[in-house]
């Protein structure tokens, strides 16, 4: 049965609600403040009823909204119903700005009470189902790729979105930003799962290779070609051929691979056959594409085909914890790697890690951490380390109470998050009561949902 906490000093009105209630709900009745978060706290009701004028003052209103708002403290969901005085709809109306559901007035109409309580448990129902489902779809990782925050969150909706399709794709992002690993995920998610992932880097082949390199060529179609040869597009028939840089991409080229886009169909270095291949193109870049089409060192038509769809990968300092949860990834699997498990990061690291700018993005981070695995002397990784006490030096100096909450706020984030937010668990584990547990929440500001 849904639980329904019951909030009121009046005895009467108590049991009154009793009578009317009683059959559907399972109720718990309480005639102050203090037993009333007790109460909440307890048994985590569906809704609360609470009356505004409660003890000691039970003609003002300040009690009630105390009560309020320590109850939305603990749930930010939570289901409040205020019931006021007659004349004190004023108050009721300041109630439901501050976060209540809903507000009735005394004298209750209990057909009118019956009405909202159901109104309110379906969309508290509603929620929680939304809550649990949130949980499942929301992993802190996507084909590998770890991120939790937000901005990664909508990378990995928008590749849930797009891979499906055929569209060609077009990643921008910083160097190191995962661009790569991107592409391997529309790879992945696409109906072209099965068939091959070709990657080159259209930097890295000398520019009278690359033509051959990417169409193939006919035997002797220029010197070197003792034997016709496949290009990449055609070994990545059925499957995606993600090229690299694209911005490097020599003009003759650029022309041959727009036809390409435009028919499916191209033909071999010093051949005349037309040849298909239905590879998928996704392309990536860390340069401004829009710019050097502008200026025509690209050409703009196949700038457009390329860019149906653009994927923007955000630099690794827009991602918020995501640079710790990272790290300490790393930090396991090179420990791992290394022979040297069990390592840690020192508090003051974790915080030179999140001010850092982080230039190269990911592979950065990978490669500080690794560095640091093979220096580090004992279970602490320091910022020496990782070569980051520059960093550090320049961060304001923290108090004794800011180091603290830092601790504090990884270690009940780390909790919360072995287990999947589940409050009990973690306090069990953090050696600490659940109120105990909800109150270090709050005060740290952590959300169950995001951590
Ligand atoms: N979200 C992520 N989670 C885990 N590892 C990641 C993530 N993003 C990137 N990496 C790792 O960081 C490194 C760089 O990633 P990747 O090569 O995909 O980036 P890139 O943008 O293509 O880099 P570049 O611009 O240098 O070509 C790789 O070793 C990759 O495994
Ligand atoms: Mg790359």
Not at 59 to 84: C, F, M, N, Q, T
Not at 180 to 189: K, N
Not at 227 to 251: C, N, S
Not at 383 to 395: F, K, N, R, V
């Amino acid at each position: 049965m849904t639980r329904l906490l019951i909030v009121d000093d009046d005895e009467d009105i108590c049991t009154q609600m009793k009578w009317a209630l009683g059959r559907d709900y399972e109720l718990l009745t309480v005639g102050d403040g203090a037993d009333a978060l007790a109460a909440f706290t307890a048994v985590r009701p569906t809704v609360t009823l609470l009356d505004l004028g409660l003890p000691p003052r039970p003609h003002e209103p300040e009690e009630g909204l105390a009560v309020l708002s320590a109850i939305l403290a603990l749930d930010l969901l939570a289901k409040v119903i205020v019931v006021s005085g007659q004349n004190d709809k004023q108050n009721a109306i300041r109630a439901v700005g501050a976060g209540a559901y809903d507000f009735l007035c005394k004298p209750i109409d209990m057909d009118e009470l019956r009405l909202v309580l159901q109104r309110c448990v379906y969309v508290a129902e509603l929620e929680q189902e939304y809550r649990a489902l949130q949980h499942t779809v929301r992993a802190d990782s996507f084909e590998d790729m770890l991120g939790a925050s937000p901005p990664m969150q909508a990378v990995f909706d928008f590749i849930r979105k797009v891979a499906p399709t055929s569209a060609p794709v077009l990643i921008l992002g910083e160097s190191g930003t995962g661009k790569e690993m991107v592409a391997q995920a529309l790879h992945l998610r696409s109906q072209h799962a099965g068939g091959p992932f070709v990657a080159i880097n259209c930097n890295s082949i000398p520019e009278n290779l690359l033509e051959s390199e990417l169409f193939g060529h006919e035997k002797g179609a220029f010197t070197d070609a003792h034997t016709q040869r496949k290009g990449h597009i055609e070994t990545a028939a059925g499957g995606t051929l993600f090229l690299d840089e694209i911005g490097e991409l020599p003009v003759p080229v650029q022309v041959k691979l727009l036809r390409f886009l435009q028919e499916k169909c191209f033909q071999r270095v010093g051949g005349r056959q037309e040849i298909q291949s239905d590879a998928r193109i996704v392309a990536a870049t860390n340069r401004n594409l829009q710019e050097s089409a502008a200026s025509g060192k690209f050409r703009e038509d196949l700038y457009f085909r390329l860019a149906v769809v653009v994927l923007k990968v955000p630099p690794l300092r827009e991602r918020g914890d995501d640079i710790l949860m990272l790290a300490k990834a790393f930090l396991h699997n090179y420990g791992g790697e290394h022979a040297k498990p069990g390592l840690t990061f020192a508090p003051d690291v974790l915080r030179a890690l999140t001010a850092y700018r982080w230039p190269g993005n990911v592979r950065e981070l990978q490669n500080r951490v690794r560095r640091a695995v093979i220096m580090a002397d004992g279970k602490r990784v320091t910022a020496q380390d990782l070569e980051m006490t520059d960093t550090l030096s320049i961060l304001p100096p923290q108090t004794l109470k800011e180091a603290r909450e830092t601790v504090e706020r990884e270690m009940v984030k780390e909790a919360l998050r072995r287990h999947m937010g589940k409050v009990t668990a973690a306090a069990l584990e953090l050696g600490v009561s659940r109120p105990t547990l909800y109150e270090l929440m709050e005060k740290l500001g952590i959300v169950r949902e995001s951590s």
